[in-house]
């Protein structure tokens, strides 16, 4: 299973960004998806959440200013960003678990897969 980012750059103070993220390989059923971020010399941080049923949760930076949504199925996950300040200048990744197979209601063979990592710098 690979994920592939998308969508970072460099924007003015205030402006938007939305990246992408898309999961490909052998994966039966993904439950969560997230998006993390990490600036120089800082540890990785969760900026946003989902769930299979749609269930988000934010960092209270992000909260009002971030979006995050996902198709599954398209096994994507997106992170619309508005407001962009400074301090949100980091490597921004995403992040996904489920497992690779199922029975029944059982899911069996737990996968976490974290992307390469996007860049996006906000500065004027």
């Known amino acids: 299973v690979q994920l592939q980012a998308s969508g970072g750059g460099l924007v003015q103070p205030g402006r938007s960004l939305r990246l992408s993220c898309l999961a490909s390989?052998?994966?039966?059923?993904?439950?969560?998806m997230g998006w993390y971020r990490q600036a120089p010399g800082k540890e990785r941080e969760l900026v946003a959440s989902?769930?299979?049923?749609?269930?988000?949760n934010y960092a209270d930076s992000a909260k009002g200013r971030f979006t995050i949504s996902r198709d599954s199925a398209k096994n994507t996950v997106y992170l619309q960003m508005d407001s962009l300040k400074p301090e949100d200048t980091a490597t921004y990744y995403c992040?996904?678990?489920?497992?690779?197979?199922?029975?029944?209601?059982?899911?069996?063979?737990?996968?976490?897969?974290w992307g390469q990592g996007t860049q996006v710098t906000v500065s004027s």
């Open positions: 989902i769930t299979d049923t749609g269930t988000t």
């Open positions: 992040r996904i678990d489920g497992a690779s197979q199922i029975m029944g209601d059982i899911q069996l063979g737990y996968i976490e897969v």
């Open positions: 390989g052998s994966i039966a059923v993904i439950n969560n």
